[in-house]
């Protein structure tokens, strides 16, 4: 009915996270980024493009099941009152699902990308001649 | 039928991604990631549909396939418009400069 409006809740959330980020991250200067590889803004880009390309598609397929409609009140279960519970209760169950696969689904490429970029660094070992204060 | 079409989507443009990356002129990395979203979300609700309501896993059909067919379409059209306003090649760009 309008599960897809959970998943566009949450990449609306972690939009702005990501521009919050990159700002800090643009006056730190990404020392972060030197040491593993990758920015935080960066990888919160790639939740919100998963997030956002869900969000669209899903709603183009709720307009052509009649779900969804361009005019208001835009949620065709919202005409009916007595169908206003069961929708909030599939946004619950199915939307919520939803947006808790894909986080968890990026959350996963995060760990391999991190694992991968620390398994590709060069390992520096100090030696006693360059160390020391 | 739409997530299989989409999944299919998905799994194409990731294989063309991963021969042209680390290059990603053309934000092909983005289509794939808009595919993955949609499919993951269609598999998460066809699971869920499955398990509570039961009846068929995948809706094979001529009106599932022709959603599977607009919703490709629409999202190489959302692309499309990302990458004319991006301009990577400069095109546009070329273009309004010799008609001013």
């Not at chain 1, 005409?79 to 699902?97: K, N």
């Amino acid at each position: 009915m309008a599960c897809f409006l959970v998943p566009a809740g949450e990449a609306i959330v972690t939009t702005v996270v990501q521009k919050v980020v990159e700002k800090r991250e643009k006056k730190v200067g990404g020392e972060k980024a030197k040491k593993t590889g990758l920015t935080w803004s960066r990888r919160l880009s790639w939740l919100n493009k998963l997030l956002w390309g869900g969000t669209i598609l899903l709603a183009l397929e709720h307009i052509w099941h009649g779900e969804v409609v361009l005019w208001p009140p835009f949620l065709t279960a919202m005409e009916t009152p007595s169908e206003v519970g069961p929708m909030l209760h599939e946004m619950a169950i199915f939307g919520g699902a939803m947006a808790a696969t894909v986080t968890v689904v990026w959350g996963i490429m995060i760990l391999v990308v991190e694992l991968k970029s620390r398994a590709a660094m060069p390992k520096v070992k100090e030696s006693p001649a360059s160390g020391g204060a | 039928m739409w997530l299989i079409l989409t999944a299919l989507a998905a799994v194409i443009t990731t294989a063309i991604w991963y021969a042209k990356a680390p290059d990603d002129k053309y934000k092909l990395g983005l289509l794939s990631l808009f595919f993955w979203g949609a499919t993951l979300m269609w598999l998460v609700d066809h699971v869920i549909a499955y398990a509570t309501e039961g009846g068929e896993f995948l809706e094979v059909n001529l009106d599932a396939t022709l959603l599977g067919i607009a919703v490709i379409v629409f999202a190489l059209f959302v692309w499309e418009i990302v990458l004319v306003v991006s301009d990577p090649k400069g095109v546009v760009k070329k273009v309004l400069r010799g008609k001013s």
